[in-house]
């Protein structure tokens, strides 16, 4: 179907900031790997690919794929505490998985549905820590 083929075509597209965590005994990344924008694409791991970072001091890892249109949340940033979809602006609470605000630009119009509809399922969320420099699952 298309969507099977516009999720495919959005995962090609989204490369960059990518590590990968096998063999490293529940280790994905170190703080340092994260960049500027404290967040990263981490694959490979018992969960799967999924987004992981610091916001406000707190790691934190969460399902990569954004509820709208399935951009890698990895590929994001964050916006006072929360992970912003790097496609449509979108917002997650990192805590919580939860969409906190729907698809900004030409989507916005539609934001409150999008948000009560696709965004109702909240994102899953993972244990994690900081050790030894690097963040790893609980």
């Known amino acids: 179907s298309w969507l099977v083929s516009w999720r495919s075509w959005v995962v090609r597209c989204n490369t960059r900031s990518m590590t990968n965590s096998k063999d490293n005994d ?3 990344i170190s703080i340092e790997e994260l960049g500027d924008s404290q967040v990263a694409v981490v694959e490979d791991t018992p969960h799967g690919t999924i987004a992981v970072g610091i916001s406000e001091g707190e790691p934190f890892a969460v399902s990569n794929s ?5 951009a890698s949340l990895g590929k994001g940033d964050l916006e006072d505490g929360q992970l912003r979809c790097p496609s449509h602006h979108a917002l997650y609470d990192v805590k919580s998985g939860k969409m906190t605000r729907g698809p900004q630009g030409g989507f916005k119009v539609i934001a409150s549905p999008i948000k009560a509809t696709l965004g109702a399922r909240a994102l899953k969320v993972y244990p994690v820590e900081v050790r030894e420099g690097a963040i790893w699952l609980s």
């Open 26 to 28: 529940g280790r994905l």
């Open 66 to 70: 954004c509820r709208h249109l399935f």
